[in-house]
């Protein structure tokens, strides 16, 4: 029998999960331990050394605000590649992800606007949008290799997609106030990355200045800095000759990814994780919070509308005759999935710090740590169901 899928992009694909799956693992324990600490009697030096400034930035902001660049950085490369070489390099691929993406954006985002109207909480929409892969994966890991290799890239696909849509979102809908000076020195740094690449300069260390001074120039025009980071994903050759004389090429954009992935998933997000998760509950009422407008909103919107927009929209595509399921799947699979995408935790978390008020974020991150457990017990089970019968 042939295989379907060549050996190269075999391999890659199923390192990139099990890199995945592993940090998974990592994130929910860095977010039990900001929870554990955050309750404790060690909670005021927690945060206040979360509020400690250097630079102007607290210690919380240089984590959200510059390291995360590095995540974001990581972000716009993998976008490049299945843009251009992967899942979503032709409209036979990318048609059914992009529709359940769509679906598990604006089925959430709906959801939590009809629960929260108006007032400080309506601006949170954005929270539940997106879907966490690394939790994802893990979850999916767990069955071993019951779980089809289809499933894997359309989840895959699908939380690519859900994070273009959430840097947009980030990019136009949470950006207060626009100084354009900032965004002028951010373009001309950017210009001259592109400069030094059309003239083939290979060293990556002639990047890095001009890279620091568009993530300034960003960060100090008001858009969120992680952009920045995106955008120089973006910039980043997949295929790059080693001479003028040669023409022999090597990818830059997979050798960053190859050697900054591992640092992501295992540094820099459990970090953010430890900076972001942490809820102090004591004193809080549990009945209140539970019934918080914005609680569930988040929540619902996680549990409810990520796997009711991914097959909703999914359906009306394949019944439209505009997509197909992959080979292999049924939709038992695809409902057990849209449950899982329903784990939001490191890109709500984020944008649950750009949305709403300090003294909201306790409800809204309740909402996303309760719809995300609910939503990984559920698609597990869901899951665990459509493997035993296949």
Same mark, same amino acid.
């Given at each position: 029998?042939?295989?379907?899928?060549?050996?190269?992009?075999?391999?890659?694909?199923?390192?990139?999960?099990?890199?995945?799956?592993?940090?998974?693992?990592?994130?929910?324990?860095?977010?039990?331990?900001?929870?554990?600490?955050?309750?404790?009697?060690?909670?005021?030096?927690?945060?206040?050394?979360?509020?400690?400034?250097?630079?102007?930035?607290?210690?919380?902001?240089?984590?959200?605000?510059?390291?995360?660049?590095?995540?974001?950085?990581?972000?716009?490369?993998?976008?490049?590649?299945?843009?251009?070489?992967?899942?979503?390099?032709?409209? $036979?691929?990318?048609?059914?992800?992009?529709?359940?993406?769509?679906?598990?954006?604006?089925?959430?985002?709906?959801?939590?606007?009809?629960?929260?109207?108006?007032?400080?909480?309506?601006?949170?929409?954005?929270?539940?949008?997106?879907?966490?892969?690394?939790?994802?994966?893990?979850?999916?890991?767990?069955?071993?290799?019951?779980?089809?290799?289809?499933?894997?890239?359309?989840?895959?696909?699908?939380?690519?997609?859900?994070?273009?849509?959430?840097?947009?979102?980030?990019?136009?809908?949470?950006?207060?106030?626009?100084?354009?000076?900032?965004?002028?020195?951010?373009?001309?740094?950017?210009?001259?990355?592109?400069?030094?690449?059309?003239?083939?300069?290979?060293?990556?260390?002639?990047?890095?200045?001009?890279?620091?001074?568009?993530?300034?120039?960003?960060?100090?025009?008001?858009?969120?800095?992680?952009?920045?980071?995106?955008?120089?994903?973006?910039?980043?050759?997949?295929?790059?000759?080693?001479?003028?004389?040669?023409?022999?090429?090597?990818?830059?954009?997979?050798?960053?990814?190859?050697?900054?992935?591992?640092?992501?998933?295992?540094?820099?997000?459990?970090?953010?994780?430890?900076?972001?998760?942490?809820?102090?509950?004591?004193?809080?009422?549990?009945?209140?919070?539970?019934?918080?407008?914005? $609680? $569930?909103?988040?929540?619902?919107?996680?549990?409810?509308?990520?796997?009711?927009?991914?097959?909703?929209?999914?359906?009306?595509?394949?019944?439209?005759?505009?997509?197909?399921?992959?080979?292999?799947?049924?939709?038992?699979?695809?409902?057990?999935?849209?449950?899982?995408?329903?784990?939001?935790?490191?890109?709500?978390?984020?944008?649950?710090?750009?949305?709403?008020?300090?003294?909201?974020?306790?409800?809204?991150?309740?909402?996303?740590?309760?719809?995300?457990?609910?939503?990984?017990?559920?698609?597990?089970?869901?899951?665990?169901?459509?493997?035993?019968?296949?």
């Amino acid at each position: 029998m042939k295989r379907l899928v060549p050996k190269n992009v075999f391999n890659s694909l199923e390192a990139f999960f099990r890199l995945e799956a592993s940090s998974g693992l990592v994130l929910a324990l860095s977010a039990v331990v900001a929870m554990v600490v955050a309750n404790s009697p060690w909670s005021p030096f927690y945060f206040s050394g979360l509020s400690l400034e250097f630079a102007g930035l607290s210690v919380q902001h240089w984590i959200n605000d510059g390291l995360m660049v590095i995540f974001f950085f990581v972000i716009g490369m993998e976008l490049k590649k299945e843009i251009l070489k992967g899942e979503l390099s032709s409209k $036979q691929k990318a048609t059914l992800p992009v529709a359940a993406a769509l679906g598990g954006m604006v089925v959430p985002a709906l959801i939590y606007y009809l629960r929260n109207p108006q007032g400080e909480g309506v601006s949170g929409w954005g929270v539940p949008m997106a879907t966490d892969i690394a939790f994802a994966l893990g979850i999916l890991s767990l069955f071993g290799k019951r779980v089809p290799l289809s499933l894997k890239v359309f989840l895959l696909a699908l939380a690519i997609v859900d994070d273009l849509g959430a840097i947009l979102v980030i990019a136009f809908f949470y950006t207060k106030e626009i100084r354009y000076e900032g965004l002028v020195l951010a373009l001309a740094a950017l210009g001259l990355m592109w400069f030094e690449r059309k003239k083939g300069i290979k060293a990556y260390g002639a990047y890095v200045p001009f890279g620091i001074l568009a993530w300034f120039g960003v960060l100090y025009s008001g858009v969120h800095a992680t952009v920045a980071g995106v955008l120089i994903g973006f910039l980043t050759p997949l295929s790059f000759r080693v001479s003028r004389e040669s023409a022999q090429t090597y990818s830059p954009l997979d050798n960053l990814v190859h050697h900054l992935h591992p640092w992501v998933s295992f540094g820099i997000m459990p970090i953010f994780a430890l900076a972001n998760a942490g809820i102090d509950m004591r004193g809080l009422n549990l009945s209140e919070l539970m019934a918080h407008p914005i $609680q $569930q909103g988040v929540a619902f919107g996680l549990f409810f509308g990520k796997p009711l927009g991914i097959v909703i929209f999914s359906s009306v595509f394949v019944a439209l005759g505009w997509g197909h399921l992959p080979r292999g799947l049924r939709w038992g699979h695809i409902v057990g999935m849209g449950f899982l995408a329903g784990i939001g935790f490191t890109m709500s978390l984020f944008i649950s710090n750009l949305a709403l008020p300090a003294a909201l974020e306790t409800y809204s991150k309740a909402g996303i740590i309760f719809g995300s457990v609910l939503s990984a017990l559920v698609g597990a089970m869901i899951l665990s169901g459509v493997f035993r019968r296949s």
